[in-house]
Nanobody
Framework: QVQLVESGGGLVQAGGSLRLSCAAS????????MGWYRQAPGKQRELVAR???????NYADSVKGRFTISRDNAKNTVDLQMNSLKLEDTAVYYC?????????WGKGTLVTVSS
């Protein structure tokens, strides 16, 4: 199984920045896609950003131009740089890794944006 450890969440003022990191370990095999999702209170989990093994990226429209996803294939890590944070970015952020045989989720890290 794949284990994911997330870090970097916390409290930040609107307009500020945070960087989330996720490290994958265990039965990794060949990682296809690494990404970040988020779930705000009372809402469904949604894709924030993801990056393929070929470095193709997808972003939610709401974060384009503000968030940047990056991965290090040698270290099996994926980071999410979040700039110009808004109140509506408040959510639990989950790391997701898709391998050939597994779709793994982290436990989540809370990001709170205050006014």
């Amino acid at each position: 199984q794949v284990q994911l450890v997330e870090s970097g969440g916390g409290l930040v003022q609107a307009g500020g920045s945070l960087r989330l990191s996720c490290a994958a370990s265990g039965s990794i095999g060949s990682i296809k896609i690494m990404g970040w999702y988020r779930q705000a209170p009372g809402k469904q989990r949604e894709l924030v950003a993801r990056v393929t093994s070929g470095d193709d990226t997808n972003y939610a429209d709401s974060v384009k131009g503000r968030f940047t996803i990056s991965r290090d294939n040698a270290k099996n890590t994926v980071d999410l740089q979040m700039n110009s944070l808004k109140l509506e970015d408040t959510a639990v952020y989950y790391c997701n890794v898709a391998t050939v045989g597994e779709n793994a989720w982290g436990k989540g890290t809370l990001v709170t944006v205050s006014s």
